[in-house]
């Protein structure tokens, strides 16, 4: 199916653990993000990559790490997972850079909890 | 430095009656602006967007919004309510310069319930 695919649309770890959201696109857009959308917070920007291999900080990336080896994978690694770090995490992929009339597509979230 | 404002975290109308979501931005560079939809349990849709063109935006399911660069706002109104617009609501800012690349500023949202 074309589009923005998120998996596990819901997951639950340990504090301490290591896990990993993934995210696929079918639209070969150069560019990806993750966001964190916390009650009160809107969405805020963890990661976002420009190209395979090419990635950078946004607004709150401590805590996470991100790869980009394949144009239309853009997964999301919490290394050693933290309470603060539940919430809904947001994919999401644009074709040119954000800004102008450019749009960004999302996925569905991933719901994770952290225990 | 960009920021949203929604101003009302929660909007309560009757189906039938207009629907008023109120967004106010601050950018020092001339910004495109937003509004994105999020119904339970979804992904955000794009609903509208402005880019500098005309500054009476119409977007998807009867939803408009105005520009109005003198009192900083991007209002998102409907005329008349449906009960499937129940959803959660973010206006949106991207700035207009050169490494923003990733940076869309979303407002903390605005929840809006219909009743019947």
């Known amino acids: 199916d074309a589009g923005i695919t998120q998996s596990p649309r819901y997951k639950i770890t340990e504090t301490g653990r290591q896990v990993t959201l993934m995210c696929h696109q079918t639209?070969?857009?150069?560019?990806m993000f993750w966001y964190r959308q916390d009650l009160g917070h809107g969405l805020r920007l963890i990661y976002y990559?420009?190209?395979?291999?090419?990635?950078d900080k946004g607004e709150v990336p401590d805590g996470y790490v991100v790869s980009r080896s394949k144009t239309e994978n853009f997964p999301l690694t919490l290394e050693s997972a933290t309470r603060s770090q539940t919430s809904v995490y947001f994919c999401?992929?644009?074709?040119?850079?954000?800004?102008?009339?450019?749009?960004?597509?999302f996925g569905q979230g991933t719901r994770l909890t952290v225990v | 430095a960009q920021s949203v404002t929604q101003l009302d975290s929660h909007v309560s109308v009757s189906e039938g009656t207009p629907v008023l979501l109120r967004c106010n931005y601050s950018?020092?560079?001339?910004?495109?602006l937003f509004w994105y939809v999020q119904h339970p349990n979804k992904g955000l849709q794009l609903l509208l967007k402005?880019?500098?063109?005309?500054?009476l935006v119409k977007g998807i399911n009867g939803f408009e919004a105005e520009f109005k660069k003198s009192e900083t706002s991007f209002h998102l109104t409907k005329p008349s309510a449906h009960m499937s617009d129940a959803a959660e609501y973010f206006c949106?800012?991207?700035?207009?310069?050169?490494?923003?690349?990733?940076?869309?500023?979303f407002g903390k949202g605005t929840k809006l319930s219909v009743k019947p």
């Open positions: 990559s420009a190209a395979a291999d090419i990635t």
């Open positions: 999401a992929s644009s074709e040119s850079p954000l800004g102008g009339n450019t749009e960004a597509f």
């Open positions: 402005y880019t500098s063109a005309a500054t």
């Open positions: 949106v800012v991207s700035p207009n310069y050169g490494g923003s690349q990733g940076n869309l500023i």
């Open positions: 639209w070969s857009h150069s560019y």
């Open positions: 950018s020092s560079y001339s910004p495109s």
